[in-house]
């Protein structure tokens, strides 16, 4: 917790200091109350006390109870204030935090717990700070204050009030033990059961399809009612301190009255009075010590859950971050659109067993290669560690004749068209989608974008919609079709304008005839481009300058595909799965 607190900026802790300072007036005024009630209730009782002086006194009393309310209302707002910058500043540092994370990192935690973590877990630090700023510096302050005024007041007096404080306090420390460990449990469920409503809502056409509702809603309950019992489990025992403090409360105030009438009975007739407005004015003070405590409870019920958050933030902002960038930001070879793998291995962190092994090829600008294998070959790994989604565990990948780990991720991004295996859309419109992102080279305009979406072969559908290019799309795509999503996809990698174009098995949800025009439409268009592709259709990938065949991570032919045919036996094999003799030899 404490070292999330170093994130407060000096404006913050300047309102801090005056916030101390308002409270530090405001404890006095509550404190100078009693004293004025003590006042009248001495000259009530003594025979000749002027009416004037009795009003005097009250009017002291209502001037402190109203100095108190402003300065609550002030230190309210500042509290709020430094809460609410204090959530920004940390959730846009969470947030920078997680884009900065290579994919290996992320994976360490679960969306819906990084969801969690980014609202909920901050959520409950920004509660503790705007509670607690008030709280933690007026309870001890009153408190100290307090007792010191009544420690001449009477021993028996003092001792009964130590014993009440003692109780409250074994109480609390009770609770705390009880709960604290629950916390962490409370937290984990709230990030299952985002999880299973995340799940249940990006799925929700397989789940009609399959009639899974009923599944969906027994796995949600299952959760949603773990976390329900936990709730009452913690209200319930946080429930225990209320009635236990007014009993506490009640009990000093019926014990302080019982003590006092005893020394008042036994007191000399001059210092029974005085003695009566002690113990009014004891009374009070008593209150006021066990309202400090209260207080401090409060914060107590608060800080477990918001320490568990704050532990859980840590995690990700001290989770390292493997892939750094390097301080290459310009062109600094002869050489342009070139990618060369050097005896390239990679294993997953973790892993024992290598995912690629000893990957060597070189594309030149304008050159087309093609990667092709099995499901689990390692094709899309391979191209992941152009873009840096991964390093290399051994050996070069050189973009342009540099190593990439040299360049700044965002100069090396630029270079770079890069189509996921997964068509990702954006919440935005068709025009948003395409033009998404910088490229380093100013703003895409609008010719670009039409530009783009007529290679994708996405001007046909586009132009149906209601709003032609300025549609909107929903997050996912949901609205628009697969083979669709997949030719925006493409048409914003060509709306950048790269030096090398990476499709991911981008053409797997066209048809023949749509693969085939987009293509030769996009080999005219990149023709100074270098592109590569994975691919699973041999169609697809005939006409590549080159390509390399997978099988198990390592690279078991590279040619043309005449050449390959003839010299790799995998490729021959998925080539004749997938096309006759006649149709491969064109």
């Known amino acids: 917790m404490l070292k999330l607190l170093k994130n407060f900026g000096k404006r913050q802790w300047a309102l801090v200091l005056v916030a101390f300072a308002l409270i530090l007036g405001q404890v006095w005024l509550d404190l100078k109350i009693p004293d004025y009630m003590s006042e009248i209730t001495v000259l009530v009782q003594t025979e000749g006390s002027q009416m004037s002086e009795i009003l005097k006194n009250g009017g002291f009393m209502v001037a402190c109870a109203f100095g108190s309310l402003i300065s609550s209302i002030i230190v309210g707002y500042i509290a709020s204030n430094i809460s609410a910058a204090f959530s920004m500043n940390i959730r846009k540092k969470l947030f920078n935090k997680v884009g900065d994370l290579a994919i290996s990192e992320i994976k360490q935690f679960s969306t819906s717990s990084l969801i969690t973590r980014t609202t909920n877990d901050i959520t409950q630090i920004e509660m503790l700070i705007a509670m607690g700023l008030q709280l933690l510096i007026k309870a001890p302050i009153t408190a100290i204050w307090a007792v010191n005024k009544i420690l001449n007041k009477s021993w028996q007096w003092s001792a009964l009030t130590a014993v009440g ?3 409250l306090l074994g109480v609390i420390v009770t609770l705390m033990v009880i709960i604290m460990p629950k916390f962490k449990i409370v937290q984990k469920l709230i990030d299952k059961i985002n999880g299973v409503t995340r799940e249940n809502l990006t799925g929700i056409r397989v789940v009609r399809a399959f009639n899974a509702e009923e599944y969906q809603e027994d796995k949600f309950e299952e959760v949603n009612n773990r976390l329900t019992k936990q709730q009452l489990f913690n209200q319930k025992a946080f429930a225990v301190l209320s009635p236990v403090m007014y009993l506490i409360m009640y009990f000093l105030t019926l014990g302080i009255y019982f003590i006092g009438a005893y020394l008042i009975k036994d007191a000399a007739m001059a210092d029974k009075l005085p003695l009566f407005g002690d113990m009014v004015v004891f009374s009070s003070y008593a209150m006021q010590v066990l309202m400090s405590f ?3 409870a409060m914060i107590f019920m608060m800080l477990p859950r918001a320490s568990v958050s704050a532990n859980r933030i840590n995690e990700v902002l001290d989770t390292e971050i493997t892939i750094k960038d390097g ?7 002869g050489e342009k659109g070139t990618v060369e793998f050097k005896n390239v291995s990679f294993k997953y962190p973790d892993a024992e067993e290598y995912v690629l092994k000893n990957i060597s090829f070189k594309a030149n600008k304008g050159d087309t290669v093609a990667f092709i294998g099995s499901t689990g070959s390692g094709k899309s790994t391979l191209i992941n560690l152009i873009p840096r989604f991964y390093d290399a565990t051994e ?13 700044t991720q965002e100069f090396l991004h630029d270079k770079l068209g890069y189509v996921p295996q997964k068509a990702v859309i954006f919440n935005d419109t068709v025009s948003g989608n395409v033009s998404y992102g910088e490229n380093g080279k100013g703003e895409i305009t609008d010719k670009k974008i039409k530009e783009a979406i007529e290679v994708a072969q996405a001007r046909e559908f586009v132009e149906k919609m209601d709003d032609k290019y300025d549609t909107h799309i929903a997050q996912g795509g949901t609205n628009v079709s697969g083979g669709q999503k997949q030719r925006l996809s493409i ?6 304008d790269p030096e090398i174009y990476i499709f991911d098995d981008s053409f797997s949800a066209l048809d023949y005839k749509t693969d085939s025009v987009l293509r030769k439409e996009l080999k005219k268009y990149t023709k100074d481009a270098t592109t590569l592709i994975v691919a699973q259709r041999i169609g697809t990938i005939m006409n590549a300058d080159k390509i390399l065949v997978l099988d198990n991570g390592k690279c078991v032919g590279q ?3 005449k050449e390959l045919l003839k010299t790799c036996e995998i490729y021959k094999q998925i080539a004749l799965s997938q096309l006759s003799e006649e149709e491969l030899n064109g």
Not at 327 to 333: L, M, V
Not at 395 to 407: I, Q, S, T
Request: proline residues 0%; charged residues 25%.
């Open 327 to 333: 301080k290459i930001n310009t062109d600094t070879t």
């Open 165 to 167: 404080v003692v109780i």
């Open 395 to 407: 050996g070069e990948v050189l973009v342009d004749g540099v190593n990439v780990k040299d360049y």
């Open 559 to 561: 040619g043309t595909h």
């Open 294 to 296: 209260l207080m401090l």
């Open 491 to 496: 048409a914003r990698a060509i709306a950048r």
